[in-house]
Structures are given as C-alpha cells and as structure tokens.
C-alpha cells in the first residue's frame, strides 16, 4: 500500500496483481498477437539462498524462472506499442558462490564452504548484536540459521549445482552497473569500518554487490536491464 500511495502522489495509477510467472507469459503473448497494448517496464526480482526467506528453492525453479523473465524482456517484437523494458534482480546467499565455476567440484570442498559460510554468519550475528539480546540472537539462529544446516539437504544441493547451470545474462541483458551511493549507502548500513563487514562491487560491468564477513562471501545481488 505505501507503494501505491507513493505512486498516487505523482498522479500515477499504480496496480499491483499477483499472478504466477506462466500467466504473465500468456499474458503478453496474448497482447502481442492482438497487436495492443502499451510499453510495460517490468522487474522481476528473485532471492535464493537467503536464511530469513525459509526453504531454499531449486536452481532449476530459479533458472527457469529468470529464464523467462530473460524471454520477455528480450521479445520486443515488431510492434513498438508492446516493446518491454525492465530490470532482473538476483539475490544469492548460497554458500556454493565459488564453487559454482567449476561443476564437478567434490562433495568435500562444497560441504566445507557450506561449513564456512554459516559459521561466517553465527559470528557476524554474534559480533554485531548487543549482549543484552543474546536471547533474540539464539532465536534468529534457531529459526533461520540452524534448518540450513543438515549434510543431507547439502548433498542434494551438491548433485544439483553438478546437474544444473545457473543464469547466463547473455548479449541480450546489459548489466546494471552498481551506483557509488548505493555503495557508500550499504556501507553505511553494516557500519562497514567499525567491523569485518566489507561491502565490494563485482561482475564484468560493476552490476554485482557483495557483502562479505572476514573475507567470505554471505549476499551477493546482481541486476542486468534491457
């Protein structure tokens, strides 16, 4: 609702739907044989692997998912009434960030970064919290840290990243350099020099921010537009 209203105070009609990503394909597909419709800006936005979000979903949901949203942005068509332009946002807190250039890659290594990654979490968690919420701490790690942490599910995860290849943003997506103020702002944010956080800009173009604790990787999020 804040949203809408923001929306309202410039004069815009603002509607929010929700439908599932097969609907908004046929949807538009729709519009493009009827030769309507007006210019749509999209964003498609996607976390994986993030402790707060619950259970993690699968690579291929996720590849498909932003494979789609790569389909429409890129499907312009010949009718410039339907051509759509956007923004794809991809979230990742998954521990296997740099294994996933080398498939193949042995279980051991990967259950080692898993080990490393959550352990890197517990003590960013338990560095940046006063002692007099170590009982609010316990509970965040109980609910959102500790489900994470089973070899069986890593296992699975393990055959699929060998199985699976992640999102390739291609010729057709150009990437979302990352601003100097949103830098400075998630620097900010973390309180990046009084601590081991550390907040960086990578990818081939500057669209990836990470942050780090002590070196290892704990979110990475990457935008690519049209």
Avoid at 167 to 175: H, K, P, S, V
Avoid at 189 to 201: C, L, Q
Wanted: with cysteine.
């Amino acid at each position: 609702m804040l949203l809408c209203d923001h929306a309202r105070s410039f004069g815009l009609k603002f509607k929010v739907e929700e439908m599932g990503i097969h609907d908004l394909v046929n949807e538009f597909m729709a519009m493009k044989k009827q030769g309507g419709g007006t210019k749509e800006w999209l964003a498609f936005n996607c976390m994986v692997g993030l402790p707060h979000i619950g259970k993690n979903k699968s690579r291929k949901l996720v590849n498909e998912f932003l494979g789609i949203a790569k389909q429409l942005l890129t499907s312009c068509g010949d009718n410039a009434r339907t051509t759509k332009r956007g923004i794809i946002t991809l979230g990742e807190g998954d521990a296997c960030e740099n294994l996933k250039d080398g498939t193949g890659s042995s279980f051991g290594a990967y259950f080692n970064a898993q080990l490393m990654h959550y352990q890197a979490i517990m003590e960013s968690m338990e560095s940046n919290m006063a002692k007099h919420l170590v009982q609010a701490r316990l509970a965040m790690e109980c609910l959102f840290v500790g489900p994470n942490i089973c070899a069986q599910a890593w296992f699975q995860k393990w055959k699929e990243m060998n199985e699976t290849c992640y999102f390739q943003a291609g010729t057709t997506l150009e990437g979302l350099k990352v601003s100097r103020g949103r830098v400075m702002e998630a620097k900010e944010m973390v309180k990046e020099r009084g601590n081991s956080y550390e907040v960086s800009i990578g990818g081939d173009s500057g669209n990836e921010l990470t942050l780090d604790w002590r070196g290892i990787t704990l979110v990475k999020v990457s935008s690519w537009r049209n």
